[in-house]
């Protein structure tokens, strides 16, 4: 039904990608240096979460992808619906039914299990990059375990703001090795990382994949004295009522009005139902 | 304590031509603990010379200069650090300091390079300071704007601040007047009581007569006068 | 007491040139040495040999560490080198901006070490940073200021206080006070002294300047065209100089 190889990218593509996946899951929070392809759309856009998803994508999975918890923004969608036209596999909104999820931003709410996959869009792998400019350097620091400088970024927040200020991108420790950016999650997310399914990580501009087989040991890095959070908006949602999912605030008229809703939307949803 | 035996020195100015200048030549002397000795003899005799080869900071060529134990001629240079922070004081007539440093911290300095407590160090830096009359309220300042009288007691103090075995003094009285003067003779007698063994460059002649029992006139070891 | 610091014979050539040639000495516990040369005498590459920068050709480098004695830093691993220079290690360089982090307040900067050796208590870390920001004279309420808003002496006081935090026994200086006004140098030299006196360090100090050699140096050698032409007490060889070329050195030092 279409001209295209099975989800886009050739088998020698896949193959290699495949192998650094592998190679990821095997050290976990490792970054794998792989061949990112150019991908029909731009960078910024997902392209190594695509790539990710097109190495490890089955015709029999069920695919389903979300940017910020909602699976009808434009990136989610046109994501979805590439991978409906060059893998033909089926797709869902309802995170219980995937096999497959490509993220962006989040991770859904719902628990996820041991047959399930997380992809996430990764735009910048390094969590050391904003303290140390040097590639060279920062992977010296990576193979030698020197984290210091980690643990200066959160001390610049506290110093400046009087908590650690940084809510996304929070950074981990992998089984009391490897040093994480976990991708722009919001800090929220970061406890459930300890997960059943397994997840992947790719950075296509950057060239970088990484993995976490499941149950692998996450850990936010803090201080003794200001001890990692996972904090979100002290609101429930406005529509389904939620106390315990992440939540987004919407702006609602032009005089102020605002309401907070759950930020993944097949949660929500799926709680709407349950309540009619 | 101090004993100088047949030494010789040169200097060779590599950049006129290597010319050589034979300064001293079979210099030889002694100084018991408790005994002050003058060095006298012309200007250029090589007095001051004798005086910091005896220190180490002019290399001997031959011969031996045992301060105590250790023969300062032969020497190794943590070994005359050593030396020099316990057992050998050098009171020069210039006083080189880092600017800024106050006062009482200049003259406590050797004893706080020997270990000795900062509240001790103090305490016997103001004491001394008291004594030779510099007024309490430049204790806090850096020496090196004083007046030349004031930065010489502050380098006695400093050269007094620990009681060394072996003390050199260069023109310890110079550019002092009569009550300082007076003060710094009884600082040389202490010393002399606890024991020291001292060689000093005495221009006032009164001064040398109070307080020193022997004159080494060092123009027998002056090679083109003796010879 | 056996030395802290035994270099053997180091030398290090760019191509045919010389860098360094045949390098021995031994620095003991709470000594400081001072090399000066002018400019392209080696004076900086043996330094940096010392300290682990660069690998020099032939030599060895011991360095008595705490936990196992003389080791050869020059064939040392790696990541034991890196620990060594940030534990006991310390490297002050002549432009403050290469051995800080400007993008990070000085509390921070001061901190770096300690959280690259395990701290983990923003308060305790925070009070140390405190506390070595008033050791080197930088006004505590500065604490969460980038260097790039201190004047020139102050950020080398910065990095001062960043690399002794961790209680070093061995600092490599280039040129502390290159750059400096004089006023600030004193400052600085001062400072230096009273560090060194008080934590015991021992200290190699590469500089042009025979004025600071004389006011921090023990000892002293004298580089030139990678060779160490001449070596003893610093008061010694600068009054009573042997070689033809400290001669020439000294001579043209302008007295003030």
Known sequence: MNEYNFAYLDEQTKRMIRRAILKGLAIPGYQVPFASREMPMPYGWGTGGVQVSAAVLTPEDTFKVIDQGADDTTNAVSIRKFFEKTANVAVTEETGEASVIQTRHRIPEQVLTEDQILVYQVPIPEPLRFLEPSEVETRKMHALEEYGLMHVKLYEDISQHGAIATAYAYPVKIEGRYV??????????????????????GAGREQRIYALPPYTKVVSLDFEDFPFEASKADQVCGVCGAEDSYLDELITDDEGGRMFVCSDTDYCRTRQGNIT | MIRVQDVHKRFVLHNQAATEVAVMARASLT??????????????????????????????????IFVGDLDVATAAPREILQLRRAGLGYVSQFLRVVPRVPTREVVA???????????????????????????????????????????????????FAHHYPALLLDEPTASLDA???????????????????????????????TVCDRIVDVTAFTPHLAA | MSPLLQATDISKFYGSRVGCQNVSFDLYPGEVMGIVGESGSGKTT????????????????????????MQDTVKMSEPARRMLSRTDWAFVHQHARDGLRMGVSAGGNVGERLMAVGARNYG?????????????????????DRPAAFSGGMQQRLQIARNLVTGPRLVFMDEPTGGLDVSVQARLLDLLRGLVREMELSAIIVTHDLAVVRLLADRLMVMKDGHVVEAGLTDQVLDDPQHGYTQLLV???LQV
């Open chain 3, 46 to 69: 043996l330094l940096n040999c010392l300290a682990g920068h660069l690998k020099p050709d032939t030599g060895a480098v011991l360095f008595d560490t705490r936990a196992d004695g």
């Open chain 2, 179 to 209: 009550a300082n003067r007076e003060v710094v003779l009884k600082l040389i007698e202490e010393a002399k009581e606890k024991g020291a063994a001292i060689l000093g460059i005495f221009h006032d002649e009164a001064a040398r007569n």
């Open chain 3, 251 to 253: 001579s043209s030092v």
């Open chain 2, 31 to 64: 100084v018991e603990p408790g005994e002050c000795v003058a060095l006298t003899g012309a200007s250029g005799s090589g007095k001051s010379t004798l005086m910091r080869m005896v220190y180490g900071n002019y290399l001997t060529d031959h011969g031996h």
């Open chain 2, 109 to 159: 300095e050797p004893l706080l390079a020997l270990g000795v407590g900062k509240e001790d160090a103090f305490a016997r830096a103001e004491g001394l300071l008291a004594t030779l009359n510099i007024p309490k309220a430049l204790w806090a300042l850096s020496p090196t704007t004083f007046s030349g009288g004031e930065q010489q007691r502050v380098n006695i103090a400093r050269g």
């Open chain 1, 180 to 201: 994480m950016d976990p991708s722009p999650i919001p800090k929220f997310d970061n406890p459930k990382m300890e997960m059943a399914a397994i997840q992947l990580f």
């Open chain 3, 124 to 144: 305790q870390i925070r009070a140390k940073a405190t506390d070595w920001l008033d050791r080197v004279e930088i006004q505590v309420d500065r604490i969460d």
